[in-house]
């Protein structure tokens, strides 16, 4: 059974930093891109970060770009988000989520951890 | 950015059908490959995937739910509706990045 757990949000004040992890089994997590996905309290959902299965590439939305780092450990099947120069609006409930993507045949997320709340306030 | 969207609500009775519509502001096929997705998601639950390009049905997803559609028009069908289906359902492109979400439609008893 594929599971994904993240931890490590909480409250934090604007501008600092906090990691999020999200351990995953169930599947060879080498072999499988993954992303973080967010959504702010009662509203949609938001592609935050995604990286490739070997943690070669990376890819972000503008909004995070430069102050996000998404990474990852396969030796340890681990998903990483290092958020930093946190701001207001990046409060959110953020989910790990498994990626399929097949080149040219769609790109979308098919498995999802419970998700952690991150609250940017001071 | 491509938008995605969703009308808010949607009120249906149960044991019929709902139809909830995804449009586009430019399309999101490429040939014959429909490169939208959908997702449902219960009050206090992550979401979960339903349908894969289009009209494919996830993994352990009943065969009430459907998907059609190609371009930029989009529609997942509930038939019928059972009480366990209310939920905030969302579609979802990956025809370019930024992939982007609709703002979710909620299925709502009549």
């Known amino acids: 059974e594929v599971q994904l757990v993240e931890s490590g949000g909480g409250l934090v004040q604007p501008g600092r930093s906090l990691k999020l992890s999200c351990a995953a089994s169930?599947?060879?997590?080498?072999?499988?891109?993954m992303a973080w996905v967010r959504q702010a309290p009662t509203k949609g959902l938001e592609w935050v970060a995604s990286?490739?299965?070997?943690?070669?590439?990376?890819y972000y939305r503008d909004s995070v770009k430069g102050r996000f780092t998404i990474s990852r450990d396969n030796a340890k099947s681990t998903l990483y988000l290092q958020m930093d120069s946190l701001r207001s609006e990046d409060t959110a409930t953020y989910y790990c989520?498994?990626?399929?993507?097949?080149?040219?045949?769609?790109?979308?997320?098919?498995?999802w951890g419970q998700g952690v709340m991150v609250t940017v306030s001071s | 950015d491509i938008v995605l969207t969703q009308s808010p609500v949607l009120a249906v009775s149960l044991g019929q059908r709902a139809t909830i519509s995804c449009r586009a502001s430019?399309?999101?096929?490429?040939?014959?490959?429909?490169?939208m997705h959908w997702y449902q998601q219960k009050p206090g639950q992550q979401p979960k995937l339903l349908i894969y390009?289009?009209?494919n049905l996830a993994s352990g997803i009943p065969a009430r739910f459907s998907g059609s559609g190609s371009g930029t028009d989009f529609t997942l069908t509930i038939d019928p509706v059972q009480a366990d289906d209310i939920a905030a359902y969302y579609c979802?492109?990956?025809?370019?990045?930024?992939?982007?979400f609709g703002g979710g439609t909620k299925l709502e008893l009549k």
């Open positions: 989520t498994r990626v399929v993507y097949y080149s040219g045949d769609g790109y979308y997320f098919d498995y």
């Open positions: 169930g599947f060879t997590f080498s072999n499988y891109y």
């Open positions: 990286i490739t299965n070997s943690g070669g590439s990376t």
């Open positions: 430019q399309s999101v096929s490429i040939s014959s490959i429909n490169l």
């Open positions: 390009r289009a009209s």
């Open positions: 979802q492109q990956s025809r370019e990045s930024p992939w982007t």
